[in-house]
C-alpha cells in the first residue's frame, strides 16, 4: 500500500501544508459527494507527502476549531461539498466563504454560521487559502440511503481533477 494513500487523521494535519476536507452526510444520497471524492483520491490518486485528505463527513465543523487552535495550520483548505444552489445537477463550481448557502441539509451541515464563521477566521486572521469546491446537489432525499444519484456520481472524477491541478500548481 503506497504510504501516502491512507487517511489523514487530525493528528497529521500539523504536518500538511494542503488539507482536503471532504464535507456530507452519506446516509442522504447526493450529500454523501465530499466523502465519496476524498475516498477516490486516497484509492487512485498518488497525493504528494505535504497533502492530506480527510473525509470530515459531518464533523467538519469540529475539524476546523482543531485547526483553528493548532500552531501550525495548513497554508491552504479545500473544502468539497454538496449544495443546492440552484445550478443545473452535477454542475461543479467554487464558492467563496460568504456564498456559501444559508440553507442547511441537517443540523450538522458546514453551512451553518460556526462553521462558515471559523472558514472565515481561517482565512482573514490565520491566512489560510480557502477553496470551496461544490457539487449542485440533483437530490437529498428525505429518508436514509446511501444512494447517491448517477450525475452526482459521474462528477467525481472532474473534481479529482480539478483538485489535483489545484495542489500541482
Known sequence: MNQR????????IPGKNILILGCGNILFGDDGFGPLVTEEL????NLPENVGV????????????????????PGKII???AVDAGKKPGEIFEL??????????????????PTSNLLKELKDLCKVNVTIIACQIENIPEEVTTSISKIITDAIPEVCKRINEIISA
Open 5 to 12: 494513500n491512507y487517511k489523514t487523521g487530525i493528528a497529521d
Open 42 to 45: 486516497l484509492k487512485n490518486y
Open 54 to 73: 480527510i473525509n470530515a463527513g459531518t464533523s467538519v465543523r469540529n475539524i476546523l476549531f482543531d485547526i483553528a487552535l493548532f500552531e501550525k495550520k
Open 79 to 81: 473544502i468539497v461539498d
Open 96 to 113: 467563496s466563504i460568504d456564498e456559501i448557502p444559508e440553507k442547511k441539509i441537517d443540523d450538522f451541515s458546514m453551512h451553518q454560521l
